[in-house]
Structure formats: C-alpha cells, structure tokens
C-alpha cells in the first residue's frame, strides 16, 4: 500500500518524539503537561468547552469555579497521558515497572485466576491506561482489543510498545471477539474500554452519572458466554512519585443477564474509580453524543444534544 509522504513524514516525527519522551521521568512529563497546559489553554476551546459541559452534568452541585478548576486538572492530566506514550511504549522496561510505585486489588486478578476464571479489565480513559497495559501483560496472558490508527505508519510502532511484554492485540471485530472468548475459557485476563461510545446497534443507554449514555455492550456479551470475573483497573498518576493501580471489584449489576442493568453495572463501575481523583478522567471526550430521542427517530432529536453548537459557546 501506498503511503502519503505526508503521512510517512508527520509519523516519523511522532515516532522520533516519543523516542525523545520515553527517555524522560513521568515526574518531568508531568511537570512538562502543566506548562503546556498553562501556555495553551486559552487556545484549547473544543477541549475545553466539551469537559465543561461534562462536568456540568455529573457535577451539577459544584460550584462554576470548582469546575473550572477541575476542567484545567483535567487538561493537565490528558496532556501528561500523550506525553508518557513513549516513556510507556519504548522507555526502558525496568524504568516503566519502577514508576509503578503502588498496586492495590491484585488479588482480586489472582484469586479469580486461582478458581479456574477469566478475567474480563474494565479499563476506562484516566490515568494512563497504556502503563495499565504494560503491567498486566507484565504479569499475567493478556488480550486486549486494538483499532489501528488513522495515520497508518505508527500502526506498527504502536503495536510494538503494547505488546512489547506479551500482550496480545485482536481486532474491533467478530473476529476480535472470538479471540476475548477463547482467552477467557483458558483462565486468561482481557481488557476492554468501557467508556467510548459504540456504534448504533452495539450499545444500550444505560445511566452514567444519571444521564443516559449509550453504553456498549461487549461486557454483557462476554459475561453471558463464560464465568469469567470483571474487575475495574486504573493507573492513577501520582505527580512526582510515579503511578499507583487500583483494581476494584466491578458493580454486581455486571452480571445480570439483562443487558441495560448490566451495562448500568459497568458504568457505575467507571464513576467508582473517577472517585479515585475526578481530575483524572479523560473529561474532553464526547460521552453523550447519542440521545435515546435520535435513537427513538425523533425529528427533532438535535435540540437534546448535550454537544450543539448553542451549548459549546
């Protein structure tokens, strides 16, 4: 396949970025994000207009300036999790492992591989999800479903840093699927990120934060198809120390067969761990942008759109 040179030049300068960032300390990622975001926020107007909107609608009981504070930490830890691609992709495994400082709920992943199960890894977008992946695949059989990026150069140099330490990456497909069903029945742990907003006719509204959110329904149907366990996993960032995981047991409602209370159980499971430290959570993606009144073909389903133009000003 033929390649843009524009493509192959912007990839290469990504990848020789990383490179430079995966020889740096997440301490001074992490100091680097905040400058940035200090320097660019006022030019950061999508991002910031999305988060503000978010976190009107989970945090309504805030104060405008709580938010807004909470909206910029938010930015700060975002950016830090670009920055620490390379540092968790091509820094010096050893280097990768050290930063992780603190691990809470193991046991939970041990326990339920002792007992013959699976594991199924919510993994939501906070923190830094892709240090999450270099530990699990560091430790345990690990799959986790991948969609190759748009700029097709780096779809091998991304692939190399999650499977550097065992992982195994399937596709977004049926096939993808399949290759989660098999990896649960042999006792194994897979990851799946439960907080993006599936296709029509892969998903159901389920509440998050009381709002309805079209939810997909991956989780249910693995569940239904194996006795494997659900467990929450996060890499909470720890400023100037490292990393800390966490995993918690998911909500119970995760394993009903009804797919909405089952899908309500995976996104109750997300805001437990957003209450680790909201300020982590990826708050500038578009969680509400389907409506049961666009689903229920509704003429005038764009003036519920929590996303409109009216309300991004």
């Not at 499977?163 to 194994?188: D, I, M």
């Not at 509704?298 to 929590?306: A, I, M, N, Q, T």
Request: proline share 7%; aromatic share 10%.
């Amino acid at each position: 396949m033929n390649v843009p040179w524009q493509q192959r030049l912007q990839a290469t300068a990504i990848s020789r970025l990383w490179r430079i960032l995966s020889r740096l300390s997440p301490t001074t990622l992490w100091r680097l994000s905040v400058a940035l975001v200090n320097v660019a926020y006022p030019l950061l107007k999508r991002e910031r207009a999305v988060t503000r909107l978010n976190l009107e609608v989970v945090y309504p009981d805030l104060t405008e300036a709580r938010r807004a504070t909470l909206g910029r930490e938010s930015l700060k830890h975002s950016t830090a999790t670009m920055l620490e691609l390379g540092f968790a992709w091509q820094g010096d495994p050893d280097r990768v492992a050290d930063s992780i400082v603190e691990v809470h709920g193991r046991e939970l992943l041990d326990d339920a591989r002792a007992e013959g199960k699976g594991v199924i890894i919510l993994a939501p977008h906070f923190g830094n999800w892709e240090v999450l992946n270099f530990w699990l695949s560091s430790h345990f059989p690990f799959t986790a479903m991948y969609e190759p990026p748009k700029l097709a150069p780096l779809d091998p140099i991304i692939r190399a840093g999650r499977e550097r330490c065992g992982a195994s990456l399937v596709p977004t497909n049926p096939r993808g699927v399949a290759a989660l069903l098999k990896a649960l029945k042999r006792s194994e742990a897979v990851g799946i990120l439960p907080d993006q907003e599936p296709s029509w006719g892969s998903g159901v509204f389920a509440p998050f934060f009381e709002r309805p959110a079209y939810t997909a329904t991956l989780l249910p149907k693995l569940v239904s198809r194996t006795n494997a366990r659900v467990v929450t996993g996060v890499a909470l960032r720890r400023p100037g120390r490292g990393f800390a995981l966490y995993f918690l047991a998911a909500d119970e409602r995760v394993y009903d067969e009804d797919e909405t209370i089952s899908c309500s159980g995976v996104n109750a499971s997300i805001e437990a761990v957003i209450a680790l430290d909201p300020a982590q959570y990826q708050w500038e993606y578009k969680r509400y942008t389907k409506t049961l009144e666009e689903q229920r073909g509704d003429p005038d389903f764009r003036r519920y759109r929590l996303y409109s133009s009216r309300n991004m000003k």
